[in-house]
């Protein structure tokens, strides 16, 4: 066996740091936007979509809707993969003619954020659609590109990302495998 | 985390209670699907899924059929009637013709016990049974056993009664299997001839005396009387058993005032159940149809799955 070696990325105060950071970029980026909908990735997203929503819900001085989205039916490789768990879906207001912020915590192929828009469409037609990720990590199959970034990290394909959230049971801590 | 490894869905006899809470659990989100504007998802996008139905059916055929649809797959129907099968074609060589036109899931329902089991040990795509004889009719039981977590929130310790032709009935031999790997407890009756003793084999209570065995149930399963299994005659007749084993407003007086009653359908209103009894608040027939659409998306979209291998974000 292998032995695989963990670097840590991004330590607990780091990520709260970097959603601190993603929220007030989210807010000076959509100031007279009445019409703000974020919407989490399931899972790890939707944890961090709802942490967002509390700083953002600050700094705007107004409650923003959050939304969860799973993307497993709308993904194009089910041939390759066994079929994925399925998580709840909530889109809790009709988002046609809203600014949706898109919330995942890694980037990668691009392939899960083009799965997400195709999921969104189902439900109306946004306005327009941001994407907040706190990790991205290259790789790009897709030209998709994120709009907030906590921290670009370059990565070789075998190295993998690993992001645990609080709300998940442990602490917040994103770390880097290599193989 | 459980993973679905199966390619085919053939019965519940050999499904584990972690695979039917999978099943469950996938058919929830699914279930959500059918409750949006655009109730249709791209997960089959470009799969074909062909309805063999050598023994007729309407509802199974459509539920299956708009489960198909709402994934986005292309779904042929076949059924016996105008088929080659009536010309002598064995079911072997219509299973492999269908094949020959790429298709990628046959759901079968067939009057021979393992006719499922017989055609996916030659077919490269899946296979999933749709009631084969009086073996058994996996998504029924797995679409009740949704519907009843669904409305009492867990499954394990509820008191689960089926009512009527349980010896003729698939739905009854995989609702069995179901429900006690999830932990309920499963009381059969009817009569004598069509209730035999050997069902406690299976870990179910066998009663002959309707009231007691609904006395304490959360929930009721009714029975349709299988006239066109029934070989001879098992009972003297439709009014006899209605006065001993239908469930009438009387037998309802004296059950737990939230139990379900639920009913796998066509009902025959008047022979087991009461008219009123079929349209009141504690009867769940129609949803179990509403639940059926999920369940069956469910399982089409887990057996397409491909092998175990690492996702990917």
């Not at chain 1, 709308?74 to 066994?82: E, G, I, P, S, W």
Request: proline residues 4%; contains cysteine; hydrophobic residues 45%.
């Amino acid at each position: 066996m292998v032995m695989s070696q963990k670097v840590v990325l991004l330590s607990p105060p780091a990520v709260q740091r970097v959603l601190t950071r993603i929220a007030h970029e989210i807010a000076e980026k959509n100031e007279d936007d009445a019409d703000l909908v974020l919407v989490g990735i399931q899972r790890g997203g939707v944890f961090l979509a709802r942490r967002l929503e509390l700083m953002l819900a600050s700094v705007m001085n107004r409650p923003i809707p959050v939304g969860a989205l799973d993307v497993s039916m709308h993904r194009d490789d089910l041939d390759n993969h066994v079929a994925p768990e399925v998580h709840p879906t909530n889109i809790p207001i009709d988002i046609t003619g809203k600014t949706v912020v898109l919330v995942d915590d890694v980037l990668f192929s691009g392939r899960t954020t083009r799965a997400a828009m195709d999921a969104l469409n189902d439900f109306g037609r946004p306005r327009r659609i941001q994407l907040a990720v706190l990790i991205d990590r290259g790789h790009r199959e897709l030209p998709i590109k994120a709009d907030f970034v906590g921290k670009n990290v370059p990565t070789a394909l075998m190295e993998r990302i690993e992001v645990q959230l609080k709300e998940a049971g442990g602490t917040d801590v994103v770390y880097l495998e290599k193989a | 985390m459980t993973t679905w490894q199966r390619k085919h869905l053939l019965d519940i006899e050999s499904l584990s209670a972690d695979e039917i809470t999978m099943v469950l659990d996938t058919a929830r989100a699914f279930k959500a699907v059918g409750e949006r504007a655009i109730k249709k998802v791209p997960a089959l996008r470009g799969k074909t899924v062909i309805n063999l139905f050598v023994e007729p059916s309407t509802r199974t055929r459509i539920s299956f059929e708009l489960a198909a649809i709402r994934l986005s797959a292309d779904v042929i129907n076949f059924s016996a009637e105008a088929s080659s099968l009536r010309k002598g074609e064995t079911l072997k060589d219509t299973a492999r013709n269908l094949e020959a036109l790429n298709a990628d899931i046959i759901i079968i329902r067939h009057s021979a016990a393992g006719a499922p089991h017989f055609i996916s040990r030659f077919l490269r795509g899946s296979v999933v049974n749709a009631g084969d004889g009086a073996h058994e009719h996996p998504t029924q039981a797995l679409l009740d056993t949704f519907t009843i977590r669904e409305r009492k929130a867990r499954v394990a310790g509820l008191n689960v009664t089926i009512l009527g032709d349980i010896l003729y009935s698939r739905v009854a031999r995989s609702n069995i299997w179901a429900l006690n790997k999830l932990g309920a407890n499963v009381t059969l009756c009817g009569p004598a001839t069509l209730v035999p003793r050997v069902f406690e084999q299976m870990g179910c209570r066998v009663m002959y005396d309707v009231e007691e065995a609904i006395a304490n149930a959360d929930i009721i399963n009714l029975l349709r009387i299988q006239h066109e299994r029934q070989r001879k005659t098992m009972f003297p007749g439709l009014s006899e058993y209605t006065s001993l084993f239908g469930l009438t407003k009387a037998r309802l007086a004296h059950t737990r005032p939230d139990v379900l009653i639920m009913h796998p359908g066509p009902i025959n209103r008047g022979v087991e159940i009461d008219s009123e009894i079929a349209d009141c608040g504690r009867s769940v027939i129609l949803e179990q149809v509403t639940n059926g659409l999920a369940v069956r998306m469910a399982v089409l979209f887990l057996i397409s799955g491909g092998k175990a291998q690492e996702i990917t974000a």
